[in-house]
């Protein structure tokens, strides 16, 4: 081999390195861009759903949780009525928007849940125990990234009626699939001192980036691990992320922020996770919710959206207790405190999902407010613009 030709082919070899190289580069760079990011949210638009409105002949309110689905363009929107003012239920809607303004909100379906038994989900007072009927309190609804056609939600249970929460699955027309086994940790313990607290379990959940995965958040603190929040000290409750059968994979603690402002003299205070959503393999945003009573009587809700760390911190998976043992929660980065931004009155905000892309390229986030089927409250849904 000439001179000539061993410096051809190692100029080649090199060259087919760098296309190689500069290939995978790509690639790699195309997977971290398409992964999502979130440094802060800029209000777009809140759009208000009156309340009286009603839809195929139920009424609308209570709306604890919202998803969006990519591929068909419609949004899944829950209520938390214990099928007290109809049976439990969710809906689907088209929600139009750009980065300046809500256009379009319609509702175009309506399916109620129903139990493994076939039947709608009953009222507290019209449970038949010897059915095995269970009264679900629906909080968290989450199209299946997997398959499209079945959808997951939560329950918070019922402690006075020895119902535990559950996460289960369903097709998009409400029809029961699938129940999941819950966490030990989480469910009822006798006399009262061991499992969640009464209204305070089962708030969210989310899909793993992948959709392998699910996690799922308390409310607040279960008996055995900690207070709950005052005006002076924070608490940890349970992130948990299990596979699809159910299996717990791993769980984290979580500090809940102090209670934002004092209550009135006697009056109630609380702060809780009100819903979790992935960002990307390593981080989950987390949208805490803390209700503060006034003297009188009107409460006013403080809303920060946290991003945090998912690999760091504690496994508590085999930690029956987290006040018995040294435990250390997940980092937490503030990205949003909606109190601090001009976007009018904040409400009982309880749902948060991704929407479609921007014109920019950036996320767009949705977030929902349940009015307890209250008239001095609102159906909000508010819309955000997520800084990479």
């Known amino acids: 081999m000439n001179q000539f030709k061993r410096m051809m082919m190692v100029s080649l070899s090199i060259s087919a390195?760098?296309?190689?190289?500069?290939?995978?580069?790509?690639?790699?760079?195309?997977?971290?861009?398409?992964?999502?990011?979130?440094?802060?949210?800029?209000?777009?638009?809140?759009?208000?759903?009156?309340?009286?409105?009603?839809?195929?002949?139920?009424?609308?309110g209570g709306l604890s949780g919202i998803s969006y689905d990519a591929k068909s363009k419609k949004w899944l929107m829950i209520s938390d009525d214990r099928s007290e003012e109809n049976p439990a239920r969710f809906y689907e809607a088209q929600i139009n928007y750009n980065k300046h303004k809500f256009n379009k909100v319609k509702f175009t379906q309506m399916h109620f849940l129903t139990q493994p038994n076939g039947t709608k989900y009953p009222s507290k007072t019209s449970f038949k125990k010897h059915q095995h009927d269970v009264v679900a309190d629906p909080e968290s609804i989450r199209i299946d990234p997997l398959n499209h056609k079945r959808l997951l939600y939560t329950s918070e249970g019922d402690r006075e009626l020895g119902f535990n929460p559950f996460i289960r699955t369903a097709a998009r027309n409400g029809t029961f699939i699938s129940n999941l086994q819950i966490h030990t940790p989480i469910k009822m313990g006798h006399q009262n001192k061991h499992g969640f607290r009464n209204n305070l379990a089962l708030e969210g959940s989310s899909f793993s980036e992948n959709g392998k995965y699910i996690w799922t958040s308390m409310e607040a603190p279960l008996l055995q691990d900690d207070q709950l929040p005052t005006i002076k000290s924070s608490a940890k409750t349970r992130l948990t992320k299990?596979?699809?059968?159910?299996?717990?994979?791993?769980?984290?603690?979580?500090?809940?922020?102090?209670?934002?402002?004092?209550?009135?003299?006697?009056?109630?205070?609380?702060?809780?996770?009100?819903?979790?959503?992935?960002?990307?393999?390593?981080?989950?945003?987390v949208l805490e919710r803390a209700s503060v009573q006034d003297k009188n009587n009107n409460f006013k809700n403080y809303i920060r959206i946290y991003k945090i760390d998912s690999t760091s911190g504690t496994d508590t998976k085999n930690i029956k207790s987290l006040q018995k043992n040294h435990v250390?929660?997940?980092?937490?980065?503030?990205?949003?405190?909606?109190?601090?931004?001009?976007?009018?009155?904040?409400?009982?905000?309880?749902?948060?999902?991704?929407?479609?892309?921007?014109?920019?390229?950036?996320?767009?986030?949705?977030?929902?407010?349940?009015?307890?089927?209250?008239?001095?409250?609102?159906?909000?849904?508010t819309a955000f613009e997520i800084k990479p």
Not at 253 to 260: C, K, T, V
Not at 337 to 360: R, T, V, W, Y
Not at 361 to 374: A, C, E, K, P, T
């Open 17 to 60: 390195f760098f296309i190689s190289a500069s290939t995978h580069t790509y690639a790699y760079n195309d997977d971290v861009k398409n992964e999502k990011t979130a440094s802060q949210l800029k209000y777009i638009d809140t759009k208000t759903i009156p309340y009286n409105k009603s839809f195929k002949n139920t009424k609308i």
């Open 242 to 285: 299990y596979n699809r059968q159910g299996d717990v994979i791993s769980e984290k603690p979580y500090n809940l922020d102090p209670i934002s402002k004092k209550p009135g003299k006697n009056k109630d205070a609380e702060n809780g996770i009100a819903e979790i959503l992935t960002l990307n393999k390593k981080e989950l945003l």
């Open 328 to 381: 250390t929660p997940v980092k937490k980065q503030l990205i949003a405190n909606l109190n601090a931004q001009d976007i009018g009155h904040i409400d009982n905000i309880e749902g948060m999902s991704f929407g479609p892309k921007l014109p920019n390229g950036h996320d767009s986030l949705v977030l929902i407010s349940d009015n307890n089927f209250n008239q001095k409250q609102q159906t909000n849904l």
